[in-house]
C-alpha cells in the first residue's frame, strides 16, 4: 500500500511539473508572437542550435550571426525571389497551402526515398524562429499550432521581414543582410535580381548547397527562380499584395 501510494504520489508530482514545463514554454511562444510582431529579433532556435552544435565540437571561432534589417531596407528582387522560389501563394494563403500538402502526402507515398516537403514561407518562418530541425509529427503538430498564431496577429510584410531576418545562408550565415556583405560584398538593398535569385537557390539546403561555389542543380535553379520572379509579376506582384 504504501510503495503504491508512493508511486502514484510521484506521478501526480511529475506529472504537475511536465504541465507547469509544457505551460511555461507556451508561454514563451506566445510572448515571442507578440513582441516580435513589432521587435528585431536578435536571434532564432536555429541559430541557437547552430551555435551551441558548434561549441560541442570545439568549434570556438563558429559565430552564428545576422544584421537585422527593415523591410525597406531589403531589395525588392530578393523579396520576390523568396516567394517565386518557395510559396507563390503566400499571399493568399492562411500559413498552410493546402494543394501543396495534398500533392506532397501523394508524392511521399509513391517515392519513399525522396521525401517532398509543402512547408509554406509561414511554417519555415516559425520553424526557424521557435522549434527545431527535424520531421516529426511533433514538431510539425507545434508547427501548424504557431503558425496559426502568427497569421492571426502578424502581417504578411512582417511575416518576410523575419524570414528574410533569421533564413539561413551558409554556415554561420543568417540573414539577407549578412549574406549579401559576406558573398557579395554589399548591402540587401543593393541586390540585383541574379544575386536575390541565387541566395534564394540555396534555401532549401543552405549547407550542402553553396552560393559562392554553385553547383549545376543550384545555377539551374536560380535560372528557374528568375523565370519565376517575372511570371508571377515583378515588382508589381508586391505592391499588388501590400508587401512593399
Known sequence: MRRSRRRGGLLKRVTRLMVRGALVVVGV???GILLFSFLPVPFSAVMADRQISAWLKGEFSYVAHSDWVAMNEIAPEMVLAV???EDQKFPQHWG?????IGKALEHNERNTQRIRGASTLSQQMVKNLFLWD??????????AGITTGVELIWSKRRILTVYLNIAEFGPGIFGVEAAARHYFNKSASRLTASESALLAAVLPNPIRFRVNAPSGYVIQR???ILRQMRQ???EAFLRANHLR
Open 29 to 31: 511562444w506566445l510572448a
Open 83 to 85: 516567394i517565386a522560389a
Open 134 to 143: 527535424g520531421r516529426s509529427w511533433v514538431r510539425k503538430g507545434l508547427e
Open 96 to 100: 498552410f497551402d493546402l494543394d501543396a
Open 222 to 224: 536560380q535560372q528557374w
Open 232 to 234: 508571377i509579376g515583378g
